[in-house]
């Protein structure tokens, strides 16, 4: 801001001190570069602030999306370490039905290839869906549902 200042005014009073001492003659057009540098500007001002910006914004908004991935990241994997760990122990023990170390075998299955799924598979998700229902009905069928998350709300219809 400060050199903008300073640059601004050098080119006005070197435009300035060109008409005063008359220093265009005839045929030159030094007198209106000079004017002309002035009126654009601001446009050059424009465009290398548009750049920085740019670049500004690219740098913070890797930075959030970083942070954003490493946060959704270890949610992720305290959910699926916790419904792993759970399926193992319903698997062992012996009180509960064999369908329900059955079901819990199968929530472990399903635990385990969601582990060895790529991030960026597209079946991530229907794993997750269906490792989350799984878990649902051992919960119910042990009677335990307290341990099963909540299914979250659906948004309302946002018609206008």
Do not use: Y
């Amino acid at each position: 801001s400060l050199s903008l200042t300073h640059s601004l005014t050098d080119t006005m009073s070197e435009a300035t001190k060109t008409i005063a001492t008359g220093a265009a003659t005839a045929g030159e057009n030094t007198t209106w570069d000079e004017f002309d540098s002035v009126a654009f500007m601001e446009d050059g001002f424009v465009a290398e602030g548009e750049a920085a910006g740019h670049e500004q914004g690219t740098r913070h908004g890797a930075q959030e999306g970083w942070a954003l991935g490493v946060g959704q990241g270890v949610d992720l994997g305290m959910e699926v370490g916790f419904v792993t760990g759970c399926a193992r122990l319903w698997t062992t023990d012996t009180s509960l039905s064999e369908g329900c170390r059955s079901d819990a075998r199968k929530l472990l299955k399903l635990t385990e290839a969601i582990m060895a799924t790529d991030i960026e598979d597209e079946m991530l998700t229907h794993r997750l869906s269906q490792m989350r229902s799984r878990f649902r009905k051992v919960c119910v069928n042990i009677k335990a549902p307290q341990l099963a998350p909540k299914q979250p709300e659906r948004p309302q219809d946002l018609s206008f």
